[in-house]
């Protein structure tokens, strides 16, 4: 069972219980996506004042330290005060790009470039005849961008979104860049047993650092007796992290920051697991 945590702990010295063993995940918190995103955030906020186009990243942490340097936050560019916005590592539509330029603002991309081939995927496979489908959560911020500027589209999270897909002659199947690559290939499967007259052709977009920290988690957590997935609660990919965690280990906790963790959770525990979303500051494990 995943369990979520935002209350403070006034005991912190978990780790000195003699007899508890921690285990750090072989693959886990920032990706390098994020990483160059908040360098260039850095950079030019040292340069001129900015406003970022959504939530840079999905951790409040980030998102905090950046605000108290002076960073502001927009959710559309009608709305920016500064001359210079920048777009999220989540990316962003095409239209959101031509209605910064027309008002005339200086744009600054962040834009992980991993998800930018997600972009042209999807757009290949249209002009290949594809009617185009997106594995990944409806309403999240990478997933807008893909389908913005899509005229037809459908977006799938589970089999019974497929179902209420109409018929096609040919899929285009892409998917959000965190999605749990064992997920995306068996919602790939089912599509092409529910119109097996279709030609469905699917293009891998899970990113690399996705698959690794799915694979560590799924190790970690055969060994451990809790799980710690620690991660902004909005994080998609620190979400599917704890899915991942809760289908071999029956304590798993997701928490924003070490300030979280109650020791009660450890009072039987022998192995503790950690894991980090990509969006997880270093300083928090």
Not at 43 to 69: C, F, Y
Not at 100 to 127: N, R, W
Request: a positive charge; aromatic letters at 4%; hydrophobic letters at 35%.
């Amino acid at each position: 069972m995943i369990k979520k945590n935002n209350s403070k702990n006034e005991n912190k010295h978990f780790a000195s219980q003699s007899e508890l063993k921690i285990i750090k995940s072989e693959h886990m918190g920032m990706c390098f996506g994020v990483r160059d995103a908040i360098k260039l955030v850095n950079r030019v906020a040292n340069e001129r004042p900015l406003t970022v186009l959504g939530e840079l990243v999905h951790n409040s942490t980030v998102l905090n330290t950046l605000s108290n340097r002076g960073v502001k936050f927009a959710n559309k560019p009608e709305d920016v005060m500064t001359e210079t916005v920048m777009i999220t590592a989540h990316g962003t539509s095409n239209q959101t790009r031509r209605s910064v330029m027309q008002q005339g603002l200086q744009m600054q991309d962040a834009t992980c470039p991993l998800v930018h081939y997600a972009h042209k995927q999807i757009h290949k496979l249209i002009e290949n005849g594809c009617h185009p489908v997106i594995i990944g959560r409806n309403g999240h911020v990478e997933v807008l961008g893909l389908t913005d500027d899509l005229v037809e589209y459908d977006v799938v999270l589970n089999e019974q979104d497929i179902d209420k897909i109409n018929f096609h002659k040919r899929f285009g199947v892409i998917a959000q860049t965190t999605q749990p690559i064992s997920h995306v290939q068996a919602l790939v499967k089912y599509l092409k047993s529910r119109f097996p007259k279709s030609k469905v052709r699917f293009v891998d977009t899970v990113c690399q650092p996705t698959k690794q920290r799915q694979r560590a988690a799924e190790e970690l957590a055969m060994k451990s007796d809790v799980v710690l997935v620690i991660g902004g609660l909005n994080s998609n990919n620190s979400k599917e992290l704890a899915k991942t965690c809760a289908k071999f280990c029956a304590n798993v906790y997701h928490i924003q920051s070490p300030d979280d963790i109650q020791i009660t959770w450890l009072d039987t525990a022998k192995k503790l697991g950690i894991t980090a979303g990509t969006s997880t500051p270093n300083e928090h494990y």
